[in-house]
C-alpha cells in the first residue's frame, strides 16, 4: 500500500519540500492521519541547522519526513494522538504510545496541548508560583506563552506579557524586578530577563532558545544574583493536561500540499497560535 508524505531530500528552503508517494510504515499502532502539528523548529531541521537548536539532535537520514506530533484514527476506531515514528507529515503514521483524544477535544486543540501544553504545564510546575508573583513570559503569544499566561494568572501571578506583537515587548528599561521567567528566546534576550530575576528569590524556566542562541548565562552569574536556573520536569502526562482545561490559541490551518507555505510563514513569524496541516 501506498500513502502520500511530505518529504525532503535535500537541506534548504520550503521549496525542498514536496508531496510524494511512499510505502504505508509498517508497525503495530498505525493510525490514519487526520491533523499533523506544525512548529517552527521543523523549520531549522529543513535548513540543516537542527544542532543548533536540538544540540542532542543529529539531525534526519534524507531523504526525511517533519513533524513529531499527529491525531489519527487507528484500525480499531480509536481517535489517538501521539508522537509518530517516522515523521507527521503524512497520510499514515505509526504512533507507538498513543494517547486517546478526549470527546471534547477537537483535533486542532489536541495538538495545540500535546507537545506545547505539555511544556506549559511542566514549566508551571517548576516555577512554583506564588499568590502575587510577578511573572515574566516571553513569546506570550505563542503556542506555549499563551498557555503559560492563563496558568500563571489561575495561581494568582501578576503577569507580564513580553511578545512582539504586543503586550511590555522586548524593551524591559525601567522595569521593576520579577520573581519568574519563563525563558524560551535565549541570546540577549534570555540574559537581559535573566537580570530582572529578583536577587535571592528569582526562578527561571528555561524551555528553548527560539534565537538560535543558547542561554548566555554562567554559574557564576547565578551565584552572585542567588537566583535558580531550572529546565522542565518530564513526568508531566497528556492526562494532565487536558484536566486543566486549557484554552489554546488556534491558528491556521494548512493542506498536506500547502505545508511549504506554512513553513514560511513560520520563518517569518507572521503567525498566531498553533498551526496545523490536514491531510
Known sequence: MKMKAVR??????????????????????????TAIGLNYGETVIRRGKGRELFPWYPGPSLPAVLGSEVVGTTADG??????????????????????????????????????????AVA?????????????????ASGG?????????????????????KGGIGYDWTGLEPVDVVFESIGG???????????????????????????????????????????GLPRDVTPEEVFAHHLEPVLGDVYALD?????????????TTGKLIARP
Do not use: W
Not at 90 to 119: C, F, N, R, W
Not at 147 to 164: C, H, I, K, W
Open 78 to 119: 480509536r481517535r489517538v494522538m501521539g508522537v509518530p515514528r517516522d515523521g507527521a507529515y503524512a497520510t499514515k503514521a505509526v504512533v507507538e504510545d498513543p494517547v486517546e483524544v478526549p470527546e471534547d477535544v477537537s483535533d486542532h486543540e489536541a495538538l495545540a496541548l500535546l507537545l506545547q501544553g505539555t511544556t
Open 188 to 230: 540577549e534576550v534570555g540574559k537581559r530577563a535573566f537580570e530582572l530575576l529578583k536577587d535571592g528569590v528569582g526562578r527561571m524556566v528555561v524551555f528553548g532558545y527560539a534565537s538560535g542562541e543558547p542561554l548566555d548565562v554562567t554559574a557564576s552569574d547565578i551565584f552572585r544574583k542567588g537566583v535558580a536556573v531550572m
Open 144 to 164: 506555549v506563552g499563551s498557555l503559560l499566561v492563563q496558568l500563571a494568572r489561575r495561581a494568582g501571578a501578576v503577569v507580564l506579557e513580553a511578545s512582539s
Open 258 to 270: 500547502e505545508i511549504a507555505e506554512a513553513h514560511r510563514a513560520l520563518e517569518a513569524r507572521t
Open 123 to 139: 514549566a508551571t510546575r517548576a516555577a512554583r508560583i506564588r499568590p502575587g508573583d510577578r511573572v515574566l513570559v516571553e513569546a
Open 8 to 33: 525532503f531530500h535535500e537541506f534548504g528552503g520550503p521549496e525542498v519540500l514536496r508531496v510524494e508517494e511512499v510505502p504505508d510504515p509498517s508497525g503495530d499502532t498505525l493510525v490514519d492521519v
